[in-house]
């Protein structure tokens, strides 16, 4: 019961996440964004890390993995944020909610063997994001026709988003088993105001308009839910919980509909319901 609980919570953060950093994205930049997520995630978690939940005894290699995981996070969050500044929050999503299929295809390649009938249902997914991809061109963001070159570039952010956050997802539950949720989520907070913060306050690029500022307080909260409810029940099962954490992508498409004016071609559409389905397929199996 865990993992599904976590799993959906984490789909319902994860889907406020990304409409919240979509609008933040466009008004200040992904880069800066994401700077300011991850400091607004570390001021939240750096006390329950320090005070609540002190770092236990554990190999040094714990600690590198839980860094990967976070770095391959602030990596994708960098193209997925990219991603939202020019192409449809429906189809952005949609693409980078194939993380826990990407999560299923690495722990095959690390050994792990799938339930029957995951094969397919990965084909079913990887058919639906090609359609939502092909589609593009004629979506509408805002009332605006995006346009096949940005459509196209958006997608190809998304996937490279989708491939490091698959990554993320992989390594956050090979280590969620001996280290604190507090201890799993720091690390990538401190690699993205490291790796990214500090690089645009040095070079005098931290420039964040008044407007930003709600959406992205928001965004980093709502990351630091989602990220811990995923670990909670990754604990337990972390193919049905990654599963069920994707289904933030339809979440998020349907909200974009209603609050950014999103109009999505019939064969984006269709593509989203492919995603949706074979996402589901491997929620059953994973169960």
Do not use: K
Not at 4 to 32: K, N
Not at 83 to 94: E, F, K, L, N, P
Not at 201 to 226: N, S
């Amino acid at each position: 019961m865990l993992p599904i609980v976590a799993g959906i919570l984490t789909a319902l953060a994860f889907a406020v996440s990304t409409l919240s950093s979509a609008r933040a994205s466009r008004l200040a930049g992904a880069a800066p964004t994401v700077a300011g997520v991850m400091a607004v995630g570390a001021v939240l978690v750096l006390p329950f890390a320090v005070a609540v939940t002190p770092l236990p005894a554990v190999p040094p290699g714990t600690l590198v993995l839980a860094t990967l995981a976070g770095a391959a996070n602030v990596g994708g969050l960098l193209l997925a944020y990219a991603a939202y500044r020019v192409g449809a929050v429906g189809i952005v999503s949609t693409i980078a909610s194939t993380e826990g299929a990407i999560a299923a295809v690495i722990s095959v390649l690390a050994g792990q063997t799938l339930a029957p009938g995951s094969g397919p249902a990965l084909a079913v997914v990887a058919f639906g994001v090609m359609l939502a991809a092909s589609g593009g061109g004629r979506e509408l963001e805002e009332g605006v026709v995006v346009g096949r070159a940005r459509s196209l570039r958006a997608a190809g952010l998304a996937a490279g988003a989708a491939c490091l956050f698959g990554l993320g997802l992989f390594t956050t539950g090979h280590v969620s088993e001996s280290l604190p949720a507090a201890w799993i989520i720091f690390p990538g907070r401190l690699v993205g105001i490291v790796a990214v913060g500090i690089p645009l306050v040095v070079l005098g690029r931290v420039r964040v308009p008044r407007a930003a500022l709600p959406f992205i307080l928001l965004t980093g909260f709502v990351e630091v839910i989602g990220f811990a409810a995923f670990t909670a029940g990754a604990r337990e099962d972390i193919a049905l919980t990654s599963v069920l954490a994707s289904m933030f992508a339809p979440l998020a498409a349907v909200a974009a509909f209603v609050l950014f004016r999103e109009r999505l071609a019939r064969r984006q559409i269709a593509g989203i319901a492919f995603v949706v389905v074979g996402i589901a397929i491997l929620g059953v199996l994973a169960a």
